[in-house]
Nanobody, 130 residues
Framework: QVHLVVSGGGSVEAGGSLRLSCAAS????????MGWFRQAPGKEREGVAV????????????VKGRFTISREADKKTLYQRTLALQKNNLTPDETGVYYC???????????????????WGQGTQVTVSS
């Protein structure tokens, strides 16, 4: 069973940076795609950045080189992964709840789609003030 725990949200001024982390257990191998999604107030949840099942990194167009996604395997167990998202030069439009998601065998154009993922962590609030 996949279990995802998100941390690292908070409040920051425009132009600032935040780092989100997702502690994932039950991830048996790197064929699991893992990614970050966000939901702004009044809007649908959308993909931000993912590492798909082929190890390819995909970013949403609005990221524009400002975010970096990374993934590390726990050295003590094969079943845990930590997914991070470093976000720089934040804008108020990026205020919202950020989620971590994972699912096996997700790749290609659907990797940034919320419908491709069945395992979700709890969200963390990110607030960017102008």
């Amino acid at each position: 069973q996949v279990h995802l725990v998100v941390s690292g949200g908070g409040s920051v001024e425009a132009g600032g940076s935040l780092r989100l982390s997702c502690a994932a257990s039950g991830i048996l191998n790197d064929f699991f795609a893992m990614g970050w999604f966000r939901q702004a107030p009044g809007k649908e949840r959308e993909g931000v950045a993912v590492i798909d099942s082929q190890g390819e990194i995909k970013y949403a167009d609005f990221v524009k080189g400002r975010f970096t996604i990374s993934r590390e395997a726990d050295k003590k167990t094969l079943y845990q992964r930590t997914l991070a998202l470093q976000k720089n030069n934040l804008t108020p439009d990026e205020t919202g709840v950020y989620y971590c998601a994972a699912d096996p065998w997700v790749s290609g154009i659907k990797a940034l789609s919320t419908e491709a993922y069945g395992n979700w962590g709890q969200g963390t609030q990110v607030t960017v003030s102008s």
